[in-house]
């Protein structure tokens, strides 16, 4: 009997499953925010529903809960003041783990289903979803809605579509008979079943605290685990908006809500005893080298999906399309306040400068092209404000304020007004340069608006110090412009051997710290920015076993 | 262009992913020594292949070759005296980072080829690797034979298989298409490559040094590694026959032999520092707790697949065919001395006894029925040593002779006159009864022909002790006797949640003890005996990882 939320699924998952392995673009959940797809009073109803969590108890009905808790601070300094359930991590995981039998036995449709009716339903809540991440990240509107909405609930789905594709070719049963010459066969039935590994716990970002946790979440319910979701400290309430659907959809399938639970806990050295519980048999975490070192090395019971952080960086070696890769770089650098794990850190330049469809340029002509071009795109406020949201930390505040000893700054940054909230924390990209043997300045991760544009010998050494800082530092993206098919092929090899994704040429809609859902692996997961991708098999097939039974049949 | 050595391989390849699937049986690897499949000088020119090797050097031309080493002792107490040569471990991680990129390049079609015709040249050389292995392990000839040859082969098939599975679902390239309203759509071309993440090092075993090397030999090299295959000290021949067939197929092939080599070192210092070298990314490996606990928490910089000591047991509740099954339990107490790590360990039988055909049987009816089923099997000297092998090493011998301190012996061990070699240790097995609070004695692994007949109060508590002892101490097969079907549930539900395979009223040609490649998963992975399973998708799909590229088009 196949489960109704199943069946009801069916032609979303199918197409999923297609895409993944042709990898063309798709996707059931519309990324722009409009009244004919998401209904004419979404925005309204989704903006009110955001509004009527603030100040509040955030109630999940969880067992174990000895308290509430309200940590967020909002970038844009709204007042957010939300208190979430403070629960026992003890409660949380017998909770999780007695739920866990009833959602094995379910069967991988039933629960696939379920994944995928949660999913629907996020969708549905895009708004009122993106308004949390807005306001806890300081991320703009546009980009809370699409990365924190749709493009977030593409990852989870694109989860499940993975955990899906390695489950069903699991046959649930099978009969064996061996010849045995003239004697009659070896006659057995066999049944097979897929179980969880055990409790999920998904450690989320404060930057985007939807888009890197769906792909673990999901990941780990489908393929038969319960999860609990430590959210990040400052951004809760999508985390929370999230558990809470998931708790309506099972407890809607007459499944146990404990399935899903979210843990606040005030202290590190609380994650750090939920992660290293011998019930949570997987972590997916992103974050810092340092937490996510940890974890590695301390939560030895459980498989560690780990995103931390990198040096990301493109090579410009020469150009037939100038103008259009500047701009392509300076939205690259705008977007978010370069507050993404993709966005790009170093630009690495020939120190003689490069050929380009407007003639040579010097290496200090790049650099400073560059500087205008953000200047000119951030002109207009209104669009500087909705690309480049709000500072989410005071750490990075503190590593823009510091930008000048790492380099020569060609591009300063500035403190930019919100109209609409004028205690946001709105700043400007900081440009520098400096020399390739500064490897002080520009070879760790300065997350957030700081770029470098780094003078290298030439285009061949730029591409073999691009293969270095991958090795060495990580990355999750990698660029390249160069007009030179040789030069294309030498930086794809260097991509190879170290690991990271490539694009090349980006001059047009598409930026290297984008990743499309079905179609682009987000990091590689072997390069020391991460050591898992989203979404690829081994994402999946190591969060399940199978267990076989067998027997004599006649 | 399609890779010669894959289209003639496609048939098996593509039989052996719809076995996977259905997991019925099939293998194209005959396991009876039979003139008609292997040629009628097959059984003699492998004799002769074999006793070619002894007191020679075993000339495999790996580079950075430092001397030769002779560390073998056959059970039977032949000599063997060959010498194989001992590398600088440096010398061969390079020589494998090298051949790497070609064989990277070659793609997953050429790779599978390659892979497939070697494991069909080690079918053809099956009589001289199962001598080999009889030679080095103690094993009798069939079980050499079947287990060493066609079976391993079957594993090594069935790795491949998987790794195929999950490759060839990865596009070669795609074009992503992305609409953007009235505009242009946004059009990009993406390639996707499967790169292999870093040298594979496979750790053999001194019992099964093919059966257990061959899954890891072949997922690592079908996904993109190379291999150093680091042999057991007293089972090495094996292993070079493998390695250096390996090498004869990739040379002919036109690719760098070098991207398989044999490790022998002398000292334990060696092998870690070999498992612990960064470029090494996974690690297969066989063996003991004690230095597969440290693989674990040592090698992080690989991902480790390992197969360590447990407790296998069998519950006895109650019986329709007593006889029968007392012979089936017999022979897989019998089998290779129980030097297997499948062997039963622990049986647990009701302070009560049990209901059978033949009436009520007492607790000390069941051990003493038990102990003369074994006895009545090893009458004939000819089936005894053949069943029996010889003990493959001191470490057991003692074991063995310890035993009477751990209960009450049943049966007690004889050594058995070996008529071919004379030097030969056979030994029967040794069956105990204890009680089931006497922990100390059934519940750590005691390797070799040494089981216990262990009193527990009922039906029910046997199923509880036989999941804690799972759960704690791990185990790779579990099987029940019962002819209730609501103790066969109550067995079922147990050993879900411990995460072991479980075989029911084995009364006739299948042993628990025994499992058939491409149907049966050897092992689970999820207790704490393996955290690996043969296979899965699990087993392959963390050995690679796809790294793409993109660019605009037209």
Chains 1, 2 share one sequence.
């Not at 808790?69 to 017998?94: F, H, K, M, W």
């Not at 970002?205 to 890197?212: I, L, Q, S």
């Not at 931390?308 to 090579?315: F, I």
């Amino acid at each position: 009997m196949t489960h109704p939320l199943f069946e009801k699924h069916k032609a979303t998952l199918d197409a999923a499953v297609a895409t993944i392995h042709g990898r063309g673009y798709w996707t059931p959940y519309a990324e722009m925010p409009s009244p004919r797809v998401y209904g004419e009073t979404a925005a309204d109803d989704g903006k009110k529903a955001f509004e009527a969590c603030l100040g509040k108890d955030f109630v999940l009905d969880q067992p174990g809960q000895t308290g509430w808790a309200a940590t967020e601070q909002s970038p844009y300094g709204i007042a957010l003041n939300v208190r979430y359930p403070v629960c026992d991590p003890e409660a949380l995981i017998a909770a999780a783990q007695t739920a866990m039998n009833s959602w094995r036995k379910l069967g991988a449709e039933g629960r696939v289903g379920v994944c995928l009716e949660i999913l629907e339903r996020l969708n549905k809540r895009s708004f009122e979803i993106a308004h949390a991440v807005m306001m806890t990240t300081g991320q703009g509107w546009m980009m809370a809605f699409q990365a924190g909405g749709p493009h977030a609930q593409d990852r989870g789905l694109e989860a499940v579509a993975y955990a899906w594709d390695e489950m069903s070719r699991v046959p649930a049963e099978a009969i064996w008979e061996k010849p045995q010459g003239k004697n009659p066969p070896l006659k057995m039935k066999k049944h097979y079943e897929i179980v969880g590994r055990g409790v999920g716990l998904v450690v989320g970002c404060g930057t985007f605290p939807t888009w890197n946790t769906y792909p673990g979440l999901f990941a780990a319910l489908a393929t038969g685990n319960p999860v609990i979701v430590k959210a990040h400290s400052n951004a809760i309430l999508p985390a929370a908006m999230t558990v809470k659907i998931a708790r309506e959809v099972l407890a809607e399938a007459g499944l146990d809500p404990n399935l899903v639970s979210l843990a606040v806990v005030e202290k590190r050295a609380a994650t750090q005893a939920l992660a290293t519980h011998p019930a949570v048999k997987s972590i997916d975490f992103t974050g810092s080298n340092v937490f996510g070192q940890w974890l590695i090395d301390n939560a030895k019971q459980a498989q560690v999906y780990a995103e931390l952080a990198g040096v990301n960086n493109v090579v410009i070696e020469s150009t037939d399309s100038y103008k259009a890769m500047l701009r392509n770089l300076a939205f690259t650098l705008c977007l978010y306040s370069g507050q993404m794990c993709t966005t790009t850190q170093a630009i690495l330049v020939p120190a003689g400068g490069i050929d380009t469809d407007l003639g040579h340029k010097s290496f200090d002509e790049v650099a400073t092209d560059l500087g205008a071009a953000i200047d000119k795109f951030l002109t207009d406020p209104a669009v500087a404000t909705a690309v480049l949201g709000a500072i989410q930390s005071d750490a990075t505040l503190a590593r823009i304020a510091e930008a000048g000893e790492y380099g020569t700054i060609v591009l300063a940054s500035k403190k930019i007004d919100h109209p609409d909230f004028p205690q946001a924390e709105v700043r400007t990209p900081v440009l520098l340069t400096c020399d390739a043997a500064d490897e002080k300045s520009y070879m760790e991760e300065r997350f957030g608006p700081i770029a470098f544009v780094v003078k290298v010998a030439d285009g061949a050494a730029a591409i073999a110090l691009s293969e270095r800082i991958v090795k060495e530092h990580g990355a999750l993206t990698v660029g390249l412009y160069s007009a030179k098919p040789d030069v294309i092929d030498a930086m794809t090899d260097a991509t190879l051997r170290a690991g990271v994704a490539l694009s090349i040429n980006l001059t047009g809609g598409v930026f290297v710290n984008q990743s499309a859902a079905f179609s682009d692996y987000h990091g590689v997961g072997m390069n020391p920015a991460a050591n898992a991708s989203y979404s690829d098999s081994a994402f999946v097939a190591n969060r399940f076993r199978v267990v076989q039974r067998r027997y004599h049949v006649e």
